[in-house]
């Protein structure tokens, strides 16, 4: 099939199940970025994916315009993941900051840089995560971000920017000792 990205969105939300497939293989990896991004866990992200298809399958006759079905995505997987994420908090918010924060000090006194550059990234805000992760893990570029995100160009370059900027600043004393 030769379908133009608008074309295709169009099909798809008009039932072609064939489209619909394409958008799947399309965006699997951009939504698990999204999800994975709330979570922080692979299994429920990939999970949240699923269901995240499922939902855009059944509800998809609602999106007017072809071109936002990138964005409309992604806030079905995002608002899904969140769900899972409220579901699974049963201990108290301040709990469950003190006890990753120990963690976060373990892996710094140990020296494991991998370890510093995760929790540094799980320490950033969700929108701020979700970019960084399509940008430099996903390697997307800026267009597809915007779509997948919703976001303006401007909008996701000073989210990558702030998001950077507080990597640096929390990966700097790590950084500093591998010289």
Known sequence: MDFTERDMYRAAIHGDRDAFEM?????SRPLFAV??????NREEAEDVVQDAFVKAWK???????????????ATIARNRARDVSRARRTVPLSDELDEAAE???ALTASGDLN????????SLPETHRVALTLRYFDALDYATIERTLGLTNGALRGILGRALQT????LQPALASLE
């Open 59 to 73: 509800t998809r006759w609602r999106v007017r315009d072809p071109e936002k079905f990138p964005a409309w995505l």
């Open 23 to 27: 958008i799947i293989r399309s965006f």
């Open 103 to 105: 963690p976060v000090a």
């Open 35 to 40: 999800a994975y991004g709330v979570l922080q």
């Open 115 to 122: 370890g510093e550059v995760q929790a540094a990234l799980a």
């Open 167 to 170: 990597m640096r600043k929390r």
